[in-house]
């Protein structure tokens, strides 16, 4: 039993900048170019692809350069997120007659430069 001299209270410091009072780092937000997410490694195994790949495929080239175990389920869901919440343009198709889908990225073309108009007026 602890005697009320013993007791500890926990206080929490509270900072404008966004960080932690003990000076931890907080662990990187979900980025694209993170390997440490499970969407980075999705975009970034994506990405590197050179054609199609189905779900199964794609947990393997994740696994091969990541060495992580993502599920299928787990990769199904970041893609959901590239598309939604990154505005990335991920295809799907079916594979042949199975009704398994494979994936890739859209690879978009840069856009042409624009002259500047303001030049041209002169």
């Known amino acids: 039993m602890m005697h009320a001299s013993q007791t500890q209270i926990a206080t929490t410091t509270i900072t404008n900048a966004g960080g932690n009072a003990a ?3 907080r662990p990187r937000r979900a980025t694209l170019d993170n390997p440490a997410s499970q969407l980075g490694r999705t975009y970034l195994a994506l990405s590197a692809a050179r054609g199609w790949l189905m779900l199964h ?3 393997g080239e994740i696994r091969g350069r ?3 175990m993502d599920s299928e389920a787990a990769i199904s869901a970041r893609l ?3 598309r ?3 505005g990335l343009r991920v295809e799907s198709r ?3 007659d199975s009704a398994a889908h494979e994936y890739r990225l859209q690879r978009l073309t840069p856009a042409k430069a624009q002259p500047d108009m ?3 007026l002169q």
């Open 80 to 82: 959901r997120d590239l």
């Open 23 to 25: 000076g931890t780092k």
């Open 66 to 68: 990541f060495d992580k």
């Open 84 to 86: 939604r919440h990154h």
């Open 118 to 120: 303001l030049e041209a």
């Open 94 to 96: 079916r594979r042949g």
């Open 57 to 59: 495929e794609l947990a």
